[in-house]
């Protein structure tokens, strides 16, 4: 059981616009930023957003981050069948302290 | 250009010590902000979160397992060591290091090794 809680799969069609979305409380994303990492079949995970919204050099502008409360999302536009992929989302945790991840959305490009 | 390498056994026997390292390159650990952590992830399973250190020499362990980590690094040698004991069947895992860049208003995992995959079995 994760801490933080995000939908364990994801689809959409070339060119659509998906969401994923993932839950916390006031300990982690209500306190802290939210960072995503996508993790490509047989690969190690990868920074895909940090600090809520902000991308890293060399992550397209089709992948954007929001935070409201206790709540965050991924939206990726534009899908393409390389976006096929795992997303975790993490935030730190004051009341333990430590890093809280979500359970993984494994999203599928139809 | 920063780059992170795990290494240790691939093959535990159940209640064994596991010893893992984490060689760094392209940043220091003694550099304020700085700081390595382990991350696990059992085959088709999510990641989960073990044990930080931070360029401090302070260090945080997950709630569930901080009984049996110990985390502790080598600045000379840019090196993080995670020592896990007790091993079980269930702690089979490919497990990461994995710098996180920590400022006062973010920290986040930046650069992550390949991972090694450790299966505990008899």
């Known amino acids: 059981q994760s801490v933080l809680t995000q939908p364990p799969s994801a689809s959409g069609t070339p060119g659509q616009r998906v969401t994923i979305s993932c839950s916390g409380s006031s300990s982690n994303i209500g306190s802290n930023t939210v960072n995503w990492y996508q993790q490509l079949p047989g690969t190690a995970p990868k920074l895909l957003i940090y600090s809520n919204n902000q991308r890293p050099s060399g992550v397209p502008d089709r992948f954007s981050g929001s935070k409201s409360g206790t709540s965050a999302s991924l939206a990726i536009s534009g899908l393409q069948s390389e976006d096929e992929a795992d997303y975790y989302c993490?935030?730190?945790?004051?009341?333990?302290?430590?890093?809280?991840f979500g359970g993984g959305t494994k999203l599928t490009v139809l | 250009q920063v780059t992170l390498r795990e290494s240790g056994p691939a093959l535990v026997k159940p209640t064994q010590t596991l010893t893992l390292t984490c060689t760094f390159s392209?940043?220091?650990?003694?550099?304020?902000?700085?700081?390595v952590s382990w991350i696990r992830q059992p085959p088709g399973k999510a990641l989960e979160w073990l044990a930080l250190i931070d360029w401090d020499d302070d260090k945080y362990y997950s709630t569930s397992l901080k009984t049996r980590l110990t985390i502790s690094k080598d600045t000379s040698k840019n090196q993080v060591v995670l020592t896990m004991t007790n091993m079980d069947p269930v702690d089979t895992a490919t497990y990461y290091c994995?710098?996180?860049?920590?400022?006062?208003?973010?920290?986040?995992?930046?650069?992550w090794g390949q991972g090694t995959l450790v299966t505990v079995s008899s």
């Open positions: 392209g940043f220091s650990l003694s550099t304020s902000g700085m700081c």
């Open positions: 994995a710098r996180i860049f920590h400022s006062s208003s973010s920290s986040y995992f930046d650069y």
């Open positions: 993490a935030a730190w945790d004051d009341s333990l302290p430590g890093v809280v």
